[in-house]
């Protein structure tokens, strides 16, 4: 890892999301490969300035699927590693407060 801001790859926004970030203070991002749980929290810490109770990791694994013309031949979707955060009740996220 070079910086902070290579381990935070994307925000996951799905409709289970959004009920952990309302309920729950959870907010999920897709994060580097090698990415563990302490250089998840040091990262969100320093980039958004919130307070972080708690960082689960999760290894997405490949999926494979079907084309709709040929069935026959199968595509591979990549695996990746997700980053579950759990902020304190006050914190906040300011890239989700749209989506709420």
């Given at each position: 890892?070079?910086?902070i801001?290579?381990?935070l790859r994307?925000?996951?926004?799905?409709?289970?999301?959004?009920y952990q970030?309302?309920?729950?203070?959870?907010?999920?991002f897709?994060?580097a490969?090698d990415?563990?749980?302490t250089m998840?929290?040091?990262?969100v810490?320093k980039?958004?300035n919130?307070?972080?109770?708690?960082?689960?990791?999760i290894?997405?694994?490949?999926?494979?699927t079907?084309?709709a013309?040929?069935?026959?031949?199968?595509?591979?979707?990549p695996?990746y590693?997700k980053?579950?955060?759990?902020?304190t009740?006050?914190g906040?996220l300011?890239i989700?407060?749209?989506?709420?």
């Amino acid at each position: 890892m070079s910086t902070i801001y290579d381990i935070l790859r994307r925000p996951l926004i799905t409709e289970k999301t959004n009920y952990q970030v309302s309920h729950l203070h959870q907010y999920v991002f897709e994060v580097a490969g090698d990415a563990t749980r302490t250089m998840v929290k040091d990262a969100v810490e320093k980039i958004f300035n919130v307070t972080v109770v708690r960082v689960n990791v999760i290894n997405v694994p490949a999926k494979r699927t079907r084309r709709a013309r040929s069935r026959r031949e199968a595509v591979r979707n990549p695996g990746y590693k997700k980053a579950i955060i759990t902020l304190t009740p006050d914190g906040r996220l300011p890239i989700f407060e749209g989506v709420e």
